[in-house]
């Protein structure tokens, strides 16, 4: 039996496959009834209260939107500096304060691991929206349904992960919930960026295929899915090594006609210059479809872990 009440939520190695697929039912299920209403009634007097201390425009929005579309409300910080974390005050003692005022914590903060600490003493669920270049579970279910929703199913489906492999917590997230399908990875990336050897080790002995190559356009051939990410920049501390990174990938609507038909081409967002914007008028462009999604999935994440479905 799946139950979520009282969890945090802190990484993608926490769910196994009957776990994704309650998730993404419920998600699924919401996202029906928010068809014929804009907002439920299902976390009415319950506070969310969301502590960013690293910026975000989506998931600290679509967190707020999802509690208050499920009827409950909102409190919290969008910069550490208007926080007692400028004063000094640990995270630990951060958290056992706003556990005293709400009743679900969704967090991102610079710190692999940050979130994982914050459950240590938190009394109520810990959401983890980002911790550092670690883990990005609730982005994982959100892409994930995307997935499902744009391509029927996920199992047989071959995936391009392409981009900031090594610092994007985003990959790191979602090829925790994909392993758990049928599905061929293929990892593009440029040296300095591929995929930590840890990761790929460990998906190779669950059994998944993986193949590792710095060029996009091979991999749009074979590709069902193309993930594009971003050139995490400020996991850089040298600028220079940036700036000869930031362009490595650069997907184009050129690019993808010559892919194989009926790609499906997704982005946690923000982009910067990894996708022209030629390329958003295209059928199989799915990221702003993706955005909508982390509606739906942080509802059922929220809802799960306060019990109330
Ligand atoms: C991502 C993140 O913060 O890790 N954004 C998001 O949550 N949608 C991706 C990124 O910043 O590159």
């Known amino acids: 039996m799946v139950n979520f009440k009282g969890k945090h939520i802190l990484s993608g190695k926490q769910f196994n496959r009957e776990e994704i697929e ?25 506070i969310l209260a969301t502590l960013f201390f690293e910026p975000s425009t989506r998931t600290r929005l679509s967190f707020e939107s999802a509690m208050l ?10 910069e550490a500096s208007t926080s007692s974390t400028a004063k000094g005050e640990s995270l630990e003692d951060t958290i056992l304060t706003v556990c005293q005022y709400a009743d679900v914590i969704a967090m991102r903060h610079p710190q692999i ?12 669920p810990i959401l983890n929206g980002g911790d550092g270049a670690g883990q990005h579970p609730t982005q994982a279910l959100l892409d994930i349904l995307t997935i499902k929703t744009e391509k029927g199913a996920i199992d047989g489906l071959t995936v391009a992960l392409v981009g900031d492999l090594k610092n994007g917590r985003t990959v790191h997230a979602l090829v925790e ?12 990336a440029p040296q300095e960026l591929r995929m930590p050897p840890e990761i790929t080790e460990s998906l190779k002995s669950f059994g998944v295929k993986i193949k590792e190559t710095d060029t996009l356009s ?9 993930y594009m990410t971003r050139v995490q920049k400020e996991r850089f501390s040298d600028p220079s090594e940036y700036e000869k990174l930031k362009d490595a990938f650069i997907l184009n609507r050129a690019m993808v006609e010559q892919g194989k038909a009926g ?29 909508r999604n982390g509606l739906y999935v942080r509802m059922a994440l929220i809802a799960l872990v306060l019990g109330k479905i």
């Open 22 to 46: 309650h998730i993404l039912k419920v998600a699924s299920d919401l996202r029906e009834e928010l068809k014929s209403r804009p907002s439920l009634d299902l976390t009415r007097g319950n």
């Open 69 to 78: 579309r499920l009827g409950g409300s909102v409190i919290g910080f969008a």
């Open 113 to 124: 691991g940050s979130a994982e600490r914050a459950s240590r003493v938190a009394t109520v």
């Open 177 to 188: 919930l994909l392993k758990h399908y049928q599905v061929e990875m293929i990892f593009v």
């Open 218 to 226: 091979s991999a749009l051939k074979e590709a069902d899915i193309v």
């Open 263 to 291: 790609i499906t081409i997704l982005h946690p967002l923000p982009r910067v210059t990894e996708i022209s914007t030629d390329v958003d008028s295209l059928p199989g462009a799915a990221y702003f479809r993706q955005v």
